[in-house]
Nanobody, 123 residues
Framework: QVQLVESGGGLVQAGGSLRLSCAAS????????MGWFRQAPGKEREFVGAVDWVGTRTDYAHSVKGRFTISRDNAKNTVFLQMNSLKPEDTAVYYC????????????????WGQGTQVTVSS
């Protein structure tokens, strides 16, 4: 079992940057592909980005491509989401998830989730 804890959210002005972290417990972190998703009020959880087990393959939603970068440090059991050029429409609760298979955007196939961290972008 994997426990995930997100951090790094906050309030930022449009055009600003934030770096989210997701710390995982356990010794099997490198066995999981990791994804970031977000959920705004009244909307479904949507895919943001994912990174494979060793950090060599990534995938992004079209809406964040070129602005967000996902990476991982298996020695520290942590996955990161660097968010640049933030827009008000990026406002949401951001969640990290762990999946055994490479299923970047398939939210229902992620086995473990963190509690989320709020990101608010003001205009």
């Amino acid at each position: 079992q994997v426990q995930l804890v997100e951090s790094g959210g906050g309030l930022v002005q449009a055009g600003g940057s934030l770096r989210l972290s997701c710390a995982a417990s356990g010794r099997t972190f490198s066995s999981y592909a990791m994804g970031w998703f977000r959920q705004a009020p009244g909307k479904e959880r949507e895919f943001v980005g994912a990174v494979d087990w060793v950090g060599t393959r990534t995938d992004y939603a079209h809406s964040v491509k070129g602005r967000f970068t996902i990476s991982r440090d298996n020695a520290k059991n942590t996955v990161f989401l660097q968010m640049n050029s933030l827009k008000p429409e990026d406002t949401a609760v951001y969640y990290c998830g762990a999946a055994v298979a490479w299923v970047p955007s398939r939210v229902n196939l992620y086995a473990y989730w963190g509690q989320g961290t709020q990101v608010t972008v003001s205009s």
